[in-house]
């Protein structure tokens, strides 16, 4: 079955510092959507990207959809300590009529200041 | 989203228990599911369902079963509660008009010794 991969799975970084999360999937995905969970939180929607090669900005946050729509990235730049939680990527198989979204583990980031 | 209501919030049960979470939603959206997070392991499908008369299991439904009792509202019950069912649940809810993108509700914590 399909699967998504996340890396690294926790991310200590300096405040002010830059830093990138990727995501893996085995399968073609139709889209990628990003995820960020707050420390005892829910899951809150960031953004979704459909095109092959697609790149987004939201701030100080950089998204990208790879060529083979197999594979995402997050960049974050300057973080600031509002960053810390999990991001998750989550993606439906390109090749579903109706998409489930396959979740990856997550990338726990943690600020230090 | 305070649009997607779950009770409640925190549960602790004992092994062989029925227990019901509940969940509603304000959003007028067809579509509720219910995930299960585990530390490290993301978010994983339990069940979904497009419309109160349609309901399909997702990846993990073995141990539980639910009920679609109007668009709004969405249960999900653990008939005989073991204590690998200890883990975070979150129902959401998506509008194929808006991509798909999940709203999530706030979550229930459950405990099963």
């Known amino acids: 079955g399909q699967q998504v991969m996340q890396i690294p799975q926790y991310q200590h970084v300096q405040e002010g510092e830059d830093f990138t999360t990727y995501c893996n999937s085995s399968?073609?995905?139709?889209?990628i959507q990003w995820y960020k969970q707050r420390p005892g939180g829910h899951p809150v929607f960031l953004i979704q990207?459909?095109?092959?090669?697609e790149v987004k900005k939201q701030k100080r946050l950089t998204f990208q959809f790879g060529e083979a729509k197999k594979n995402s990235s997050l960049h974050i730049t300057a973080t600031q300590t509002t960053d810390v939680g999990t991001y998750f990527c989550?993606?439906?198989?390109?090749?579903?009529?109706?998409?489930?979204?396959?979740f990856g583990a997550g990338t726990q980031v943690v600020v230090t200041p | 989203d305070a649009d997607v209501t779950q009770t409640p919030r925190n549960r602790i049960t004992k092994t062989g228990k029925r227990i019901m979470l509940e969940c509603s939603q304000t959003?007028?959206?067809?579509?509720m599911y219910w995930y299960r997070q585990d530390p490290g392991l993301g978010l994983r499908l339990i069940y979904y369902?497009?419309?109160?008369?349609?309901?399909n299991k997702g990846e993990i439904s073995d141990g539980y079963s639910v009920s679609r009792q109007a668009q709004a509202k969405f249960s999900l019950s653990l008939e005989s509660a073991i204590p690998n069912q200890t883990a975070l649940y979150f129902c959401?809810?998506?509008?194929?008009?808006?991509?798909?993108?999940?709203?999530f509700g706030s979550g229930t914590q459950l405990s099963v010794l």
């Open positions: 399968t073609t995905l139709s889209n």
């Open positions: 959003k007028g959206h067809d579509r």
């Open positions: 369902s497009f419309d109160v008369k349609d309901i």
């Open positions: 959401a809810t998506s509008d194929p008009g808006y991509g798909e993108k999940l709203f």
């Open positions: 989550a993606g439906p198989p390109a090749t579903d009529s109706w998409g489930k979204l396959q």
């Open positions: 990207l459909v095109k092959s090669g």
